[in-house]
């Protein structure tokens, strides 16, 4: 009786490169493996709590003086003063805590900009309305005329909360959007592969 050398082994696979991954599903986060589903950066200003500290105690004088005052020129002085201290502390301290640290995420629809430890200001920028995404190197408050969020009419809107590299998103409207966060580098790899699979095929 014949032997059959090849009788109950597997069967070549016909298709070698086809679903070369568990379960036969690519993932859907492109050609590059390393581009993450969902990138998640963040910067900080240790500076900045210096400067909400000193709200903080504008504030406390504003208090002090309203509790214990003993103020005998007259009652409109001492409201002014009152009034100038808190609304001075106010405005320092929520100026401050609100920059003292942004967080991004980029994710397959959008770019999303948190401030603060309570995440107010927010900015959601639709992939759709973006062009491209830049590395800078550098940037600094003076760039955009201080910290925080701010707005050039020529140039667009930025987040600043430190001095150092930044992310920078070219718009549909010809402005951009720039915000300094740590491993910007990875962030702009990111859009870049978010925008390459948003193409149309035709497009590529």
């Given at each position: 009786?014949?032997?059959?050398?090849?009788?109950?082994?597997?069967?070549?696979?016909?298709?070698?490169?086809?679903d070369a991954?568990?379960?036969?599903?690519?993932?859907?986060?492109?050609?590059?493996?390393?581009?993450?589903?969902?990138?998640?950066?963040?910067?900080?200003?240790?500076?900045?709590?210096?400067?909400?500290?000193?709200?903080?105690?504008?504030?406390?004088?504003?208090?002090?003086?309203?509790?214990?005052?003993?103020?005998?020129?007259?009652?409109?002085?001492?409201?002014?003063?009152?009034?100038?201290?808190?609304?001075?502390?106010?405005?320092?301290?929520?100026?401050?805590?609100?920059?003292?640290?942004?967080?991004?995420?980029?994710?397959?629809?959008?770019?999303?900009?948190?401030?603060?430890?309570?995440?107010?200001?927010?900015?959601?920028?639709?992939?759709?309305?973006?062009?491209d995404a830049?590395?800078?190197?550098?940037?600094?408050?003076?760039?955009w005329g201080?910290?925080?969020?701010?707005?050039?009419?020529?140039?667009?809107?930025?987040?600043?909360?430190?001095?150092?590299?930044?992310?920078?998103?070219?718009?549909?409207?010809?402005?951009?959007?720039?915000?300094?966060?740590?491993?910007?580098?990875?962030?702009?790899?990111?859009?870049?592969?978010?925008?390459?699979?948003?193409?149309?095929?035709?497009?590529?």
């Amino acid at each position: 009786m014949r032997d059959h050398p090849h009788e109950g082994a597997a069967a070549p696979d016909e298709h070698p490169g086809a679903d070369a991954v568990p379960g036969g599903v690519r993932p859907t986060g492109g050609s590059h493996p390393e581009i993450p589903e969902v990138w998640q950066g963040s910067a900080t200003n240790r500076f900045q709590w210096l400067l909400a500290g000193i709200g903080a105690a504008c504030l406390a004088l504003g208090v002090e003086l309203a509790v214990n005052s003993s103020w005998t020129s007259g009652l409109v002085p001492l409201v002014m003063a009152v009034v100038g201290c808190v609304a001075a502390g106010l405005l320092v301290l929520y100026g401050t805590l609100a920059f003292v640290r942004v967080a991004v995420r980029v994710d397959a629809d959008c770019l999303e900009v948190r401030c603060g430890h309570m995440g107010v200001p927010r900015r959601r920028i639709p992939l759709d309305t973006v062009v491209d995404a830049d590395f800078a190197p550098r940037v600094t408050p003076r760039h955009w005329g201080g910290w925080g969020y701010r707005w050039r009419p020529e140039q667009g809107t930025a987040v600043v909360v430190r001095r150092g590299e930044a992310l920078v998103l070219r718009l549909g409207d010809g402005r951009t959007f720039t915000v300094t966060v740590d491993d910007a580098q990875g962030a702009v790899a990111c859009v870049r592969e978010r925008l390459r699979l948003r193409r149309p095929a035709s497009a590529a």
